[in-house]
């Protein structure tokens, strides 16, 4: 007769499912999910979205800038650069930048950013 007491207090308490979940509550009492992935310590986890979206739009930000590099070189001289070799390092330079933002995110923490 005591285990159907005992799963009814655990029905009962709210603190006990609570502990169990990785959900986190806002402010106003909502009850906010984290995405699949996602980890709280990020010790041999995977990264969350928002990490690896970041370092994306980095790379192609690095990507773009050396293509707007090239050009105004070509512009100052009269040297031209073949079409693949350009759009070639800019994958390159976008590849680099993408997977050493990933990398040292961790480490240099922006100014705006607690650590």
Do not use: C, H
Request: charged share 25%; glycine share 12%; hydrophobic share 40%.
């Amino acid at each position: 007769m005591s285990e159907p007491e005992e799963g009814r207090e655990a029905a009962e308490d709210p603190e006990a499912d609570d502990a169990e979940t990785d959900d986190a509550e806002t402010d106003d009492g909502r009850e906010e999910r984290g995405s699949p992935g996602e980890t709280r310590n990020g010790e041999g986890m995977p990264a969350p979205a928002s990490t690896v979206k970041a370092s994306l739009l980095w790379g192609v930000i690095g990507g773009l800038s050396f293509l707007v590099l090239i050009q105004g070189y070509e512009l100052l001289t009269d040297q031209g650069v073949a079409l693949a070799v350009k759009f070639g390092v800019a994958a390159l330079v976008a590849v680099l930048a993408g997977v050493s933002t990933y990398t040292l995110q961790e480490r240099l923490q922006a100014e705006n950013e607690s650590a």
